[in-house]
């Protein structure tokens, strides 16, 4: 599985913004894909993840009720809509997906995509 991160960019805090994840592949609908980011001089964190189906959902607790993350397997997508954006969301985000359940370990997951860079501005 190959992955593709799009939407990153610079938005006012308090703004919206959505990432999308697009996998290549016929099997892309069996894996849970993740979210994790990285801000400057800090390390990698989970942001969420969902299941292969996309009805399981996890989320960091630093954006509950900001993030959603959504899965359509007929587009071969993973969306992350980003809501109410803090100037700490900024960060280097990666998607990221593996062939089994969900985890907010990094290092359960086998496929990743680039980065794409989304900075908030207070």
């Known amino acids: 599985v190959q992955l593709q991160a799009f939407g990153g960019g610079l938005v006012q805090a308090g703004g919206s913004l959505g990432l999308s994840c697009v996998g290549s592949?016929?099997?892309?609908?069996?894996?849970?894909v993740a979210w994790f980011r990285q801000a400057p001089g800090k390390e990698q964190d989970s942001v969420a993840a969902?299941?292969?189906?996309?009805?399981?959902?996890y989320y960091e607790d630093s954006v509950k009720g900001r993030f959603t993350i959504s899965k359509n397997n007929a587009e071969n997508t993973v969306y992350l809509q980003m809501n109410s954006l803090k100037p700490e969301d900024t960060a280097v985000y990666y998607c990221?997906?593996?062939?089994?359940?969900?985890?907010?370990?990094?290092?359960?997951?086998?496929?990743w995509g680039q980065g794409t860079l989304v900075t908030v501005s207070s």
């Open positions: 969902i299941n292969w189906s996309g009805e399981n959902t």
């Open positions: 592949g016929h099997t892309f609908g069996r894996y849970a």
């Open positions: 990221a997906a593996l062939d089994g359940a969900p985890s907010p370990l990094s290092q359960e997951y086998d496929y």
